[in-house]
């Protein structure tokens, strides 16, 4: 079970992380009051989601690693993270960035992180 909440919380906190670091991109194209926005006030916005992001990663983390009862290792729960961060980055930039589009060498990219994953599970 804690296999599930650790993957679950890094999920939503991955979420957050590209909404913060990626969404002002968006936002600016949306909406004119955000692009007229000065460097130092997006910078604290990024920072507000991100806020977010660290109250359910370090949880994810704490309740995740073996040391603490949970089923990953660090190396694993590393590459766990990676793997939901670039996933989610594709579903975000593909949606909300419509010129954006996966070529073969993305796949080719995703498929070397899938070896991780196998890799990083191996006994």
Known sequence: M??????????????????????HLKLKEASTWFASLPLFA????????????????VPANRIGFVDNGGPFTLMQL??????????????????FFNNETLHWNHLAAFLCLILAVYFVFMK
């Open 78 to 95: 590393k590459v766990i993270q990676e793997v939901i961060t670039l996933v989610i980055f594709t579903v975000f930039s593909t949606y």
């Open 2 to 23: 804690k296999a599930f909440y650790t993957v679950g919380l890094l999920i939503v906190a991955n979420v957050f992380m590209t909404f913060a670091w990626y969404g």
């Open 42 to 57: 997006i910078i604290v916005f990024s920072w507000m989601l991100a806020f977010f992001e660290y109250t359910l990663q």
